[in-house]
């Protein structure tokens, strides 16, 4: 069964910090690009950061640039966000997606992710 499982959610004060997993199954990670979004109260899905599933190459939106970081662990099939210097205006879910078809590098339109996990929380207090 294709599937992707978030982990690591919870709340922090603002400055804070928070690591993320997105464990997959059905299907590698090394084939296939994972991004993270995030979609808070009354808010559209935006997406947060990206890793290209044959290559590694990695992309970012401007609002988390320089603050968090996106990683894989191919042997263990998962995907991590390393969230540093958290704000409020983080707070939001967080679910990962993958893309099971060819979609241009940087893409952040949901349309383009076939598989979303269940989201996980995550609370940043001023």
């Known amino acids: 069964q294709v599937q992707l499982v978030e982990s690591g959610g919870g709340s922090v004060q603002s400055g804070g910090s928070l690591r993320l997993s997105c464990a997959a199954s059905?299907?590698?990670?090394?084939?296939?690009?994972i991004a993270w979004f995030r979609q808070a109260p009354g808010k559209e899905h935006e997406g947060v950061s990206l890793i290209n599933g044959s290559d590694g190459r990695t992309h970012y939106a401007d609002t988390v640039r320089g603050r968090f970081t996106i990683s894989r662990d191919k042997a263990k099939n998962t995907v991590y966000l390393e969230m540093n210097s958290l704000e409020p205006e983080d707070t939001a879910v967080y679910y990962c997606?993958?893309?099971?078809?060819?979609?241009?590098?940087?893409?952040?339109?949901?349309?383009?992710?076939?598989?979303w996990g269940q989201g996980t929380q995550v609370t940043v207090s001023s």
């Open positions: 059905g299907f590698s990670i090394a084939h296939y690009g």
């Open positions: 997606a993958a893309d099971l078809y060819p979609v241009p590098f940087g893409s952040f339109d949901p349309d383009d992710y076939d598989i």
